[in-house]
């Protein structure tokens, strides 16, 4: 087979983009798409959700727990920013992905998350962020 192929060319042509920002702007949606995908998936079925561990390369003060959030005034403030972007991030997800958004009002977003932080106050900021979201997106 070795002898038939020798001396053939084959001939490889690669799809030329033109636009730089193209492949860029694939790669967001193959990302929104699978977290799309996934916010789905865990919505569908929000008591499976509440129990599984998701291990999730956290970033800024979500990784970290609730009483370290609550602890000083720097550390709540800080925890209010971040959770007014993760729950944006949560309900852009949702509207890409055709589902009900969970509600936007913020006092109301962050005493929901407080009352869910006092009950357990070693759970990370994300999980009970996350907790209240699917909770709100019942309502």
């Known amino acids: 087979m070795a002898d038939e192929l020798k ?3 084959i001939n490889l042509s690669v799809a030329r983009i033109d636009r730089p920002g ?4 694939s790669w967001w949606m193959v990302k929104a798409f699978s977290l799309a995908a996934l916010l789905f998936v865990v919505s569908a079925h929000p008591v499976a959700a509440q129990d599984t561990k998701v291990s999730v390369g956290m970033t800024g003060i979500g ?3 609730c009483a370290h959030w609550r602890a ?7 925890g209010a920013v971040w959770i007014y972007g993760f729950w944006t991030g949560l ?3 949702a509207a890409a992905s055709e589902q009900p ?7 109301a977003i962050v005493a929901e ?5 006092d009950q357990a106050p070693s759970q990370t900021l994300a999980s009970a962020v996350w ?9």
């Open 63 to 65: 990784g970290m727990s």
């Open 91 to 93: 309900n852009y997800v």
């Open 113 to 117: 998350v407080k009352r869910r932080c």
């Open 22 to 25: 193209v492949v860029r702007r």
């Open 7 to 9: 001396g053939r060319r």
């Open 72 to 78: 000083t005034k720097e550390h709540r403030s800080e």
């Open 101 to 107: 958004q969970a509600g936007t009002d913020a006092t």
């Open 131 to 139: 907790n209240t979201y699917l909770e709100f997106d019942k309502r």
